[in-house]
C-alpha cells in the first residue's frame, strides 16, 4: 500500500530508504507498506504512513495498482488529520522531502514513480515535448535504479569498475542504454547482467571520448579524467579492454566477449577516424558513427538472443545502428545550436561542416577555416557563416526527417506492438531539443506519453 500527500503548493511526499533496505536502500519511494493479517487496505495504509512520517491521514481514492507477478501495490490519495512530518522514529529511513512531481528524484522506485506519473496524468489536459522527454527518461533511470544497478556487483572483477559506477550515477539520467535491452528481454538475472554491461560500456567509450576531447564538464558534472586525473583514467583504459574481456568471458560467456571485444576495437577506429579523417561526405561522416558505438548494438541483441529472443535481438541491433547515425546528427546540432562549436575549436570535421559546405558550394574553401581553427577570430568567422546560410535550421530539419523515419521504422520492427511504444517514445524524447521552441511548447504529447506509459508498464508487469 503506498500514499500520495501533496503540500499546499502541490509537491509530493516522498521517504528515502536507508542504504541497509535490502530492497530500495538509497532509493526514494513513497511512504508503503504491506498489510497485516486482519488489516484492511485502509487500515494497513493509515499505520504505516504514522510508522514511517508520524502523520495520521485520511485514505482517499485509489489512483492505480502496479502488478507484479509475485505481489502488487495500491496506491491511494491521502490527506493529513494530525501530526507533524518526521523519519526520527523509523530506522529504515533517513529523510522526508515533498518534491514537485516534475522534478521528482532520478533514484526514486519504480513502483513510486509509476503510480504519481499515473496521477499528473490523468489531473492534465496537455503534456509539452519537455514534459514528455523529461517522464520518459524519469521512468528510465527508476527501472535502471530499482532494478539493475544492483547488477553491477555482477562485475565487480572489472578494474575499473569503481570509476565506472561513479560515472554512472553522476551522470544524470539518460539511462535507456541498460533499460531498452531489459524491458524487451524476460527481466530474469541473466538479461540483468547484459542490460547493465550496455550501460557500462557507454560508460567506457563516454570516459574515453570525454579524455579525447579534453571534456571538462559533460552534463553540468565534471568528467571523469578531471575528478580522478588524466593519467589514472588513461592507466585505467590501457587495461580495462583485457580486463573487461575476462570478466565478460566468466560471466556470459567467450562468443559475447569477442563480440564485444571485436566492437571495442572498431570504436577505437572510429573514434580515430572522427578525430584525423577528412570524410567525403556527411553520409560517410555518419556511418563512422556507427562504429564509434557498435559495441551497444551488440550488447542489445545479445540480452535478447539470452531470453532466446534471436529474430527480435538481430532486429534490435540493426534498428540500434540506425539510430546511432541520428545520436551523432544531434550531438552535432547540439553543438551548433548552442554556440559551443566543441567540434569545430578542436579541427573536428561534424555535420554541420559538411552542411556549410554544401551552402557555399566550396568545399575547399570550408576545409581551409577548419584547418585554422586554432586561430584569432577563427570561431568568430565560422559562426557568421553559419548564420549567414541558416545552417542551424537546415540541420534542424535534418534530423527531424532522420527522426521521423526512425519513428516509422520503430513501427515495423519484429518485436511486440509495446516494446515498439517503448522504443517510440525513447525516439520522441528528441523532439523536445529538435522541434523550433514555440512548437515544442504548444504541441500536446498526452496521447503519445500515454501510450508510453501504458507499454511500459505492461511490459514490467514481468518484474519479479
Known amino acids: 500500500m503506498g500514499g500520495l500527500l501533496f503540500d ?3 509537491r509530493i511526499l516522498l521517504v528515502k530508504r536507508a542504504t541497509t533496505d535490502p530492497q530500495m536502500g538509497g532509493l526514494w519511494s513513497l511512504p508503503a507498506g504491506g498489510i497485516e493479517n486482519g488489516e484492511s487496505s485502509e487500515e494497513a495504509l493509515i499505520r504505516e504512513f504514522h510508522e514511517e512520517t508520524a502523520l495520521t491521514i485520511e485514505v482517499g481514492r485509489a489512483v492505480a495498482v502496479i502488478r507484479r507477478p509475485t505481489w502488487q501495490v495500491a496506491t491511494y490519495e491521502v490527506t ?5 512530518l518526521s523519519v526520527e522514529q523509523e530506522s529504515d529511513l533517513v529523510e522526508a522531502r515533498y518534491f514537485p512531481i516534475e522534478d521528482l528524484p532520478e533514484q526514486t522506485v519504480l513502483e513510486a514513480r509509476v503510480p504519481i506519473l499515473s496521477w499528473w496524468l490523468a489531473s492534465r489536459d496537455s503534456v509539452t515535448a519537455e514534459q514528455h522527454s523529461r517522464a520518459v527518461d524519469g521512468l528510465f533511470s527508476s527501472l535502471f535504479y530499482s532494478y539493475l544497478y544492483n547488477s553491477l556487483e555482477e562485475f565487480s572483477d572489472f578494474d575499473l569498475l569503481p570509476i565506472l559506477r561513479w560515472h554512472i550515477t553522476r551522470t544524470p539520467w539518460r539511462k535507456f542504454k541498460s533499460s531498452i535491452p531489459f524491458l524487451l528481454s524476460d527481466m530474469g538475472r541473466e538479461a540483468g547482467q547484459h542490460a547493465v554491461l550496455a550501460e557500462l560500456l557507454f560508460s567506457l567509450w563516454t ?7 579534453d571534456r571538462q564538464q559533460r ?6 579524467h578531471v575528478r580522478f586525473g588524466r593519467a589514472r583514467i588513461i592507466n585505467g583504459l590501457f587495461g580495462a579492454i583485457e580486463s573487461l574481456h575476462k570478466v565478460i568471458r566468466e560471466r556470459l560467456g567467450q562468443e559475447l566477449a569477442q563480440d564485444i571485444l571485436h566492437a571495442l576495437m572498431t570504436c577505437r577506429a572510429g573514434q580515430a577516424a572522427r578525430l584525423m579523417t577528412r570524410f567525403s561526405d556527411a553520409n560517410a561522416y ?20 539470452a531470453a532466446g529472443r534471436w529474430p527480435a535481438g538481430d532486429a534490435l541491433y540493426k534498428f540500434h545502428c540506425r539510430t546511432a547515425r541520428f545520436g551523432q546528427l544531434l550531438n552535432d546540432y547540439f553543438d551548433l545550436r548552442t554556440g559551443t562549436l566543441q567540434d569545430f575549436k578542436q579541427g573536428v570535421y561534424s555535420y554541420y561542416a559538411f552542411r556549410l559546405a554544401v551552402k557555399v558550394d566550396d568545399k575547399q574553401s ?12 577563427a570561431v568568430d568567422d565560422v559562426r557568421h557563416l553559419l548564420e549567414q546560410h541558416d545552417v542551424t535550421e537546415t540541420v534542424r530539419g535534418d534530423a527531424m526527417t532522420m527522426l521521423e523515419t526512425l519513428i516509422s521504422a520503430a513501427r515495423e520492427l519484429l518485436v511486440s506492438p509495446d516494446e515498439q511504444d517503448v522504443l517510440i517514445g525513447w525516439l520522441e524524447q528528441s523532439l523536445f531539443n529538435t522541434l523550433p521552441p514555440s512548437q515544442a511548447a504548444e504541441l500536446n504529447y498526452k496521447p503519445e506519453f500515454t501510450r508510453f506509459l501504458d507499454s511500459f508498464e505492461r511490459l514490467c508487469a514481468k518484474l519479479a
Do not use: P
Open 80 to 84: 493529513v488529520t494530525d501530526g507533524s
Open 219 to 224: 552534463y553540468g558534472t565534471e568528467t571523469a
Open 8 to 10: 499546499s503548493a502541490g
Open 207 to 213: 570516459i574515453l571520448d570525454d579524455l579525447s576531447d
Open 366 to 377: 570550408v576545409d581551409e577555416l577548419w584547418s585554422r581553427h586554432d586561430e584569432k577570430n
Open 286 to 305: 555518419l556511418e563512422a558513427s556507427v562504429d564509434r558505438t557498435r559495441f551497444l548494438g551488440v550488447s542489445w541483441r545479445a540480452c535478447l538472443r
